[in-house]
């Protein structure tokens, strides 16, 4: 691993995070000036986009068209109170939509990442920062993940904030970094220079089907999520699905102890001894959408699973309070995410379908990204973060000791160092409404 | 609750993704419901299909309790519950198969039409006298009526609405985004508008009234009668601004940009109609047909106090299908509690409803009075 930039050691961070991070991130100035207080507002803010690539589809043109053109929400059509003031494109994809989008809307495309967030002067310029490091070209490490920029585009934002003496809200995109220092670094950079710091997936604010809540204190003892989708790439989206759920069981996040990532038939082995993992499992499959056994109407059973499906992908979880989070990627069998929870005592299990209307198949437009651009609006209006970080901070360093998991062959690394605890906060943020 | 040990299906194809594949599947094979994956034990059904029509029951036969019966008669005898499912939309009833069913199934069962009732108020009258004379349950309906919304939204009982308008599709949109298996056919698209609008709208302070007129509008002087508020734009906003499913230049790039607000709808409509009702109580409904606009339906009403409220009615992705999963569940409570989940008269609305948009007569572009339509409830 990479020997963090800054002073900060994994124990320095579980003591201070794992104590402090129940609070919503509110922006604490001390240091630095026009960090306005959370207020209503009402002209736009002025916002600057860091991305690696905008094509179709891609997560850059999801994020910047919500932007520019605005989005259904609550009924209407949005147009959100901000001002895409300055774009960076790291990439130029043939299919490039950053320059027509430019074009059209008059946004000034800049050739670095300092120069979009001053806009060509000397000292930060805008009013929020959303890094979209996700799709592009970008070099595999030896353990197969996509060494995506965000921690790089993250740390350049920090520096122009610490040169201009002030810091604006940040939106990181997915999972922080695929190096956990680098994570730790991104979290803690953030709560120094006191701006509130936002990120993750899309699945914890998308429609729930159906609509339900967790409620907060509920006694859980482990959740599952099923869903598809290949390493580095959707387990985030899985692991936030459940973690967004776990979250807020009794006590809260207390961080996980140590994970173990099985590919191919011992995944089903695995299932058939955990009698609790298996029951949420079909719960949450029942949730499916898309799931294609024999027949179109019919839950498959463990072994058909077992003669059928031969390349599942799972994580399996323990966190430092007993409760276990399991998430399997079936790519193949389903086309979508659920969930299912246990209830501690009465055996009670909570399930949902976290629906993603996917374009091209279900949608033309990937509307799960409007209730996140949504959150991100608030966030820059009024400085207030939707979610705590250490979900993702978890997740990423989740997803990070899953896959090294996989490249020790399916051993079970132990993680100290995702002793994050937090606390969720009252109101949950998916979109129902 | 009654027991269900045998339920018969008259259907007139059988086919993969054909309506009466998803239901007959759900009761013969099990579906989702509730978070588990549920199966009636011990339930045997037999099928009557018309013969000549199509059908792929695979190795169904042999890996279930399914009895293919040579009569219509034969199949519901004895049954607990019918099923009648017609082509798919399900906008014209097979009134042979329901006559047969009313007929001939047990007193006390239950029977289930798929789609539209009958084909004319007049018909469905007789049939529901028909069943209530044998004691026999009634009820048809689509999952449009019952599927998830998105939000998760209902009409508090009692509200008083002004206006509602509902936007669907006659045909499918686009190679992109297509939804599952649309109407296809007018006719069809008019029954998932009812069957989306009606159970919004029937919860208004003073229940269902009935359609005192309706008139229909195509073309240019559909977008004028909106221009005049015939119909309400900011109603099509709101119901647009739930679409997942925004053609034109979404197609071509994923932008999501505000089709009414910025003048596209008229020019992504492929020929667009609509049918203005206004109800006896004085409620002004709008159902819209925006081929090339949005591939979903999508709902808007407002208050008279001025609040809107607006939902997708989401269709689950094929080959599933799930929405079916959502109707499933509620026919098999009806069949076990013999109790519908709505008034008949829903039925006997849109039966007389679809009925009336049929006649030549109605397709003037004037409004027509529809005094037989006083289908109150």
Redesign the interface.
């Known amino acids: 691993m990479k020997t963090s930039k800054l002073a900060w050691t994994r124990r320095q961070f579980v003591s201070t995070v794992g104590s402090a991070a129940t609070a919503a991130f509110v922006a604490d100035a001390k240091a630095f000036s026009a960090v306005p207080k959370a207020k209503e507002n009402t002209g736009k803010r002025r916002i600057a986009l860091i991305a690696t690539e905008a094509r179709?589809?891609s997560h850059a043109?999801?994020f910047i068209?919500?932007v520019l053109?605005?989005?259904?929400?609550q009924?209407?059509?949005?147009?959100p109170q901000l001002e895409l003031a300055g774009l960076y494109m790291d990439q130029f994809n043939e299919n490039d939509?950053s320059r027509?989008r430019a074009s059209r809307h008059r946004v000034k495309i800049y050739p670095t990442v300092e120069e979009a967030l001053t806009l060509g002067r000397s000292k930060l310029a805008v009013d929020g920062v959303l890094i979209i490091a996700e799709h592009g070209s970008y070099p595999r490490n030896e353990r197969g993940q996509t060494r995506y920029p965000r921690h790089e585009f993250f740390q350049r934002t920090a520096k122009v904030f610490e040169e201009s003496g002030r810091a604006v809200p940040v939106f990181n995109d997915k999972h922080l970094s695929t190096d956990w220092e680098e994570c730790v670094e991104m979290v803690q950079t953030a709560k120094r220079l006191g701006f509130p710091f936002m990120a993750g997936s899309s699945l914890p604010v998308t429609?729930r089907?159906?609509?339900i809540d967790m409620p907060l204190g509920t006694p859980l003892e482990e959740s599952v999520c099923v869903c598809y989708g290949t390493i580095d790439s959707y387990d985030i989206h899985g692991l936030e699905t459940a973690q967004c759920m776990s979250e807020r069981r009794a006590g809260g996040e207390s961080g996980v102890k140590s994970v173990q990532a099985i590919r191919g038939k011992a995944v089903w082995q695995m299932l058939e001894e955990r009698k609790n993992t298996q029951k949420l499992f079909?719960?949450a499959l029942?949730?499916?959408?898309?799931?294609?056994g024999r027949?179109?109407?019919?839950?498959p059973d463990l072994e058909w699973l077992k003669d059928n499906h031969e390349h599942p992908v799972a994580y399996f979880l323990e966190h430092f309070d007993g409760f276990r989070t399991s998430v399997f990627l079936l790519t193949g069998l389903v086309s979508d995410f659920t969930y299912?929870g246990l209830k501690r005592g009465n055996g009670e299990?909570?399930?949902c379908q976290m629906?993603l209307?996917m374009?091209?198949?279900?949608?033309?437009?990937?509307?799960f990204f409007n209730p996140l651009v949504n959150h991100i609006e608030r966030m820059i209006l009024n400085h207030v973060v939707p979610y705590p970080v250490e979900r993702t901070l978890l997740t990423s360093g989740m997803v990070i000791s899953a896959i090294e998991s996989l490249y020790r062959g399916h051993a079970l690394v132990e993680t100290p160092h995702l002793k994050v605890a937090y606390k969720a906060l009252d109101q949950s943020s998916f979109?129902?409404? | 609750m009654r027991t269900l040990r045998k339920i018969a299906f008259l259907i007139e194809e059988f086919v993969t993704a054909s309506p009466a594949q998803?239901l007959l599947?759900?009761f013969l094979?099990?579906?989702?419901?509730h978070?588990?994956?549920h199966r009636i034990p011990d339930l045997e059904v037999s099928v009557y299909l018309i013969v000549s029509s199509e059908s792929d029951f695979g190795s169904r036969p042999e890996d279930f309790p399914l009895r293919i019966e040579p009569t219509a008669e034969q199949a519901v005898a004895h049954a607990d519950a019918v099923v009648i499912v017609s082509r798919r939309p399900g906008a014209v009833a097979n009134e042979a198969f329901l006559n047969v069913a009313l007929r001939n199934a047990p007193e006390g069962s239950a029977c289930f039409v798929y789609g539209a009732l009958a084909n004319s108020l007049a018909s469905a009258r007789q049939f529901t006298a028909l069943a209530a004379s044998r004691k026999i349950a009634l009820l048809a309906s689509t999952p449009i009526s019952v599927t998830?919304r998105?939000?998760?939204i209902d009409l508090t009982p009692g509200t008083p609405l002004s206006e509602a308008l509902i936007v669907v599709q006659v045909s499918a949109q686009a190679a992109?985004?297509s939804p599952p298996f649309p109407p296809a056919s007018l006719r069809g698209a008019e029954l998932h508008a009812l069957e989306g609008l009606l159970p919004v709208i029937e919860r208004r302070r003073g229940g269902e009234t009935g359609v005192r007129s309706i008139r229909f509008l195509e073309g240019k002087d559909l977008w004028r009668a909106g221009d005049k508020g015939l119909w309400p734009r900011p109603l099509l906003?709101?119901a647009?601004?739930?679409?997942?499913?925004?053609?034109g230049n979404?197609?071509?790039?994923?932008?999501?940009?505000?089709l009414?607000?910025l003048g596209l709808v008229p020019k992504l409509a492929r020929n667009p109609r609509g049918w203005l009702l206004e109800h006896r109580d004085g409620l002004r409904s709008a159902i819209l047909f925006l081929d090339g606009v949005v591939s979903d339906f999508n709902f808007?009403v407002r208050a008279l106090d001025g609040s809107?409220?607006?939902a997708q009615l989401?269709r689950?992705?094929p080959?599933?299908e799930?929405h079916?999963?959502r109707l499933t569940g509620i026919v098999e409570d009806f069949f076990r509690t013999g109790t519908a989940p709505w008034p008949i008269e829903r039925n006997l609305l849109i039966a007389g409803l679809l009925e009336t948009f049929a006649k030549p007569t109605s397709l003037s572009g004037q409004a027509v009075r529809t005094d037989e339509l006083s289908v109150a409830y």
Not at chain 1, 75 to 79: K, N, P
Not at chain 2, 29 to 33: K, Q
Not at chain 2, 250 to 258: I, Q, S
């Open positions: 179709k589809y043109q999801h068209d919500r053109e605005g989005y259904g929400w009924g209407r059509h949005h147009r939509l027509e429609w089907i159906p609509s079909f719960a029942s949730r499916s959408f898309t799931c294609r027949y179109s109407t019919a839950l299912a299990i909570v399930s629906y209307p374009p091209p198949a279900l949608s033309t437009v990937a509307d979109w129902r409404a | 998803h599947d759900r094979i099990g579906y989702s419901l978070g588990s994956f998830w998105l939000p998760a992109q985004a906003a709101s647009l601004s739930r679409s997942h499913t925004p053609q979404a197609l071509l790039d994923g932008r999501t940009e505000d009414l607000g808007a809107v409220i607006s989401l689950g992705a080959p599933a799930h079916f999963s």
